[in-house]
């Protein structure tokens, strides 16, 4: 598969959609010039279409495996991830007491998209560690900082979280893994764990696991969770691993993409583990790297839609058919219209990650509540539509290719199979559409209103200039507001009834507004064409989602389970 980094699309994004000039401007980012932004880019582009993405075909072909106990990945993959290491790669947000670059979310977003793009199963093991740094940054005392976040870093040693096990997916707080004080600082963790991204390799030299546990005597669900660092190896006070943990990866499992990346069952038997962060106080400090694998997940989905699309439209150009100007299918009205909406999505939900990490970046750098509000309300939207547009645009990818992308050869289906559980890990995107309409909106909405006031804003502002794309983004923003408003208004059942077409319909909307800022900044150029395009046929959706949106729950539950059965 080839893969072509679009780094003059995040420079347009970085200079006239997103406002990356503000986080550049803080003396936190002062590093961050338009320099700098072109170097980091254009390295990590590099490093993605000539190093990763040829690893993503080895890494479906040729599933990790667990053999007589030991992780064996898949061919390629510990050339790619020590490349993405030894470049500096995953860390670039990190601190630089510890190694790090320093440097803005923004630009990390920038390049773990272009690795998803590249090879999705290996761009997980990075992910996962730059979450567990940023935990460990928040939560861990200076002697856990000083010990682990170096060789974090460094890509010597590989983070994951430990979360679900078999009764305790989504409800987190029925986790029955336990941990019991050793009276020297430490404590023996015991129990299992599923689903464990990248829970072992053959690469690195230790695998530091973040658990979630439950001490003795805590208190049921989730005020009672603690959260433990637990290695593979335990390290002596030079860093170097030394005797082996009691814990081991007991199966991986077969999944329906990612064969590349070994999702692990862990099993803990006492295994010494620190506790980071307060005793009974895990949720929390989990969640800093929930919130960080939120972002990324969203971005996961946009690398693959990329993917997808480059992939579609190379094949679309090279299949010729009938006698048009292009003498390919790309004169056929249907696959233009695929591939329009493709890249009008793609560019849509890449704006609004970006966005969000923009607000994260301005948080850092600020302190402001209005950044912290804003990058709060972000997230879950980045999240649910990010990873449903790679869902959308993978399969329409597949469709594009008409038979072909129905045979495996093609490496079409490979991005189907790869993205789907995007819309799943990190809290599915129902959750996310919950956390949307409930601890979101729990401000009265203030944060999504200021928001809506400066789309409006700028709205009105350019109407003259371009009223064929105002007017409906304008009303689009009202209908958005009014449905806002019926949500603030209504009881939790019902706005979790309509929460996922609320999020959906708040998305498109969004994309439109970032639609608009671009064809302002290119007239006559192809972001206006393609705003011109979204706004006047993708944009539209919105009126359904949000009606839907605003329909209640007695219907919905008016629908038995009989009923369902039927």
Sequence with gaps: MTYRAPISEFRFLFDHVVGFSQVSETDRFAEATPETVEAVLSEAGKLCEDMLAPLQRAGDLHPARLENGVVRTSPGYDEGYRAIAEGGWIAIAADPEYGGMGLPMTMTSAVNEMMSSACLSLQLAPLMTQGQIEALEHHATDEIKALYLPKLIAGEWMGTMNLTEPQ???????????????????????????????????????????????????????????????????????????????????????????????????????????????????????????????????????????????????????????????????????????????????????????????????????????????????????????????????????????????????????????????????????????????????????????????????????????????????????TLRETTEWMVAHGAQDRFAGSVPYLRGFARVLGAHFHLRAALADPDGPHDRLAAFYIHRILPEHVGLLAHARQGAEDLFAVSVDDLAA
């Design 168 to 478: 305790a997916g989504s409800d987190v707080g029925a986790l029955t893994t336990k941990a019991t004080p050793n009276g020297d600082g430490t404590y023996a963790i015991t129990g299992q764990k599923i689903y464990i991204s990248w829970g072992d390799n053959d690469f690195t030299e230790n695998v530091c696991h973040l658990v979630l546990a439950r001490l003795p005597d805590a208190v049921p669900g989730t005020k009672g969770i603690s959260l433990f660092l637990v290695p593979k190896r335990i390290p002596d006070a030079n860093g170097i691993p030394g005797v082996a943990n009691s814990l081991k990866v007991v199966s991986l499992e077969h999944k329906m993409g990612l064969h590349g990346s070994p999702t692990a069952v862990m099993q803990y038997d006492g295994a010494t583990g620190w506790l980071i962060g307060k005793e009974n106080d895990g949720m929390r400090a989990m969640f800093t790297m929930m919130n960080n694998a939120r972002l990324g997940v969203g971005i996961q989905g946009i690398g693959v839609a990329e993917g997808a699309y480059q992939h579609a439209l190379a094949y679309a150009e090279g299949r010729k058919q009938g006698r048009t100007e292009n003498n390919s299918i790309t004169d056929h009205a249907d696959v233009r219209r695929m591939l329009a909406t493709m890249k009008a999505d793609t560019f849509a939900a890449r704006a609004i990650a970006l966005a969000n990490a923009v607000a994260i970046d301005m948080e850092t750098a600020t302190g402001h509540a209005d950044w912290s509000a804003r990058a709060a309300l972000l997230t879950p939207i980045t999240k649910a539509f990010g990873s449903d547009t790679g869902i959308d645009v993978a399969s329409t990818g597949v469709q594009v290719h008409g038979g072909m992308g129905f045979i495996e050869e093609t490496g079409a289906a490979q991005y189907s199979r790869d993205v789907r559980v995007a819309a799943i890990y990190e809290g599915t995107n129902g959750i996310q559409s919950m956390d949307l309409v409930g601890r979101k909106l729990m401000d009265g909405g203030e944060a999504a209103y200021r928001l809506l006031d400066e789309m409006e804003a700028e709205a009105e502002a350019a109407r003259a200039k371009r009223p064929d794309l105002v007017d409906p983004v304008w009303q689009a923003c009202e």
